[in-house]
């Protein structure tokens, strides 16, 4: 059974930094593309970041420069390292999995987490 467990979650000031963790399990996670995406209140999903099975990462303009994506594969674990946190990055953040990543916003992620919730104050 496939499960993915993020963690990492909190509330911090604007301008700090929070990393969040994704667990994964039940699927062959090395060859997956992984992605980090959000949900504000009131607002749609967005997808934030992507990193492929070679390591190639993808980010939203929106995060650019401020977090990184990162995957370590002997321990099926996906990372986001949020820095220079603002308000607008409140949401709660969930990984997902994917075949394979597409051009684009065109990647089907078919297995999600629960999601982890991330509050910044200014």
């Known amino acids: 059974q496939v499960h993915l467990v993020e963690s990492g979650g909190g509330s911090v000031q604007s301008g700090g930094s929070l990393r969040l963790s994704c667990a994964a399990s039940?699927?062959?996670?090395?060859?997956?593309?992984m992605g980090w995406h959000r949900q504000a209140p009131g607002k749609k999903r967005e997808g934030v970041a992507v990193i492929d099975s070679a390591g190639s990462t993808t980010y939203a303009d929106s995060v650019k420069g401020r977090f990184t994506i990162s995957r370590d594969n002997a321990k099926r674990t996906l990372y986001l390292q949020m820095n220079s946190l603002e308000p607008e990055d409140t949401a709660i953040y969930y990984c997902a999995a994917a075949f394979s990543c597409a051009a684009a916003a065109n990647t089907v992620f078919i297995y999600w987490g629960q999601g982890t919730q991330v509050t910044v104050s200014s």
């Open positions: 039940g699927f062959t996670y090395s060859s997956y593309c």
